[in-house]
């Protein structure tokens, strides 16, 4: 089932509304509705017909500036059981099981596509220093477990004096050693 969204102005009269007849409720004429100098709480007198006047003349002021059928209806549809909003099993108002279950499996596909993009980006790492890192220099790449250091070196086997470092991927590591080698080269091979 569909239902227009409540608009914030419908919100908004609605809460002032939920203020208006816990007064009314109680018994008092809404403060809301009250000569705003009185400390006084006026009692309702249905008899006062001029009373009576200003309540419903205030109360019609107040539901024209919104819709509570908005507001109404639409928790309607959202707690109807058949649209699994909410979890028809809770005390408040919680994701509807399926939609939790949702949720808890895109967060997994979120970090298995994230673990496979390091590890693609690994292999586009490699492939890129295999055809682009200048020639005679050498990139030598130290793994054990949790760690990893990339090593360039010159040509002439001396090592160029720099750390790559890349806080998200190890890939990064190796394509900033890249980007080194070919400043490295521009220059005539002494970083």
């Not at 509304?17 to 509705?33: A, K, M, N, T």
């Not at 009576?52 to 500036?65: A, T």
Request: a negative charge; glycine letters at 6%.
């Amino acid at each position: 089932m569909k239902m227009a969204k409540a608009s914030p102005e419908d919100l908004d009269m609605a809460l002032d509304l939920i203020s208006v007849l816990d007064d009314i409720e109680r018994g008092f004429f809404p403060h809301r509705f009250s000569d705003p100098d009185s400390e006084m709480s006026e009692w309702l007198d249905f008899t006062n017909r001029e009373q009576y006047g200003r309540l419903i003349d205030n109360l019609r002021r107040l539901l024209n500036r919104g819709s509570i059928g908005r507001v109404i209806m639409g928790m309607a549809v959202v707690c109807d059981p058949s649209n699994e909003c909410i979890d028809p099993d809770a005390d408040c108002i919680e994701h509807h099981p399926k939609r939790q279950r949702l949720e808890k499996q895109v967060e997994d596909l979120i970090n298995k596509l994230d673990r496979h993009q390091k590890d693609a980006a690994i292999g586009r790492a490699v492939n890129r220093a295999s055809g682009e890192l200048p020639f005679g220099y050498d990139l030598h790449i130290e793994l054990e477990k949790d760690a990893g250091t990339v090593r360039l070196y010159r040509p002439d086997g001396e090592e160029v004096d720099e750390e790559f470092h890349d806080c998200d991927y190890f890939s990064g590591a190796i394509d900033n050693a890249i980007n080194v080698a070919i400043a490295d080269a521009e220059k005539g091979g002494a970083a």
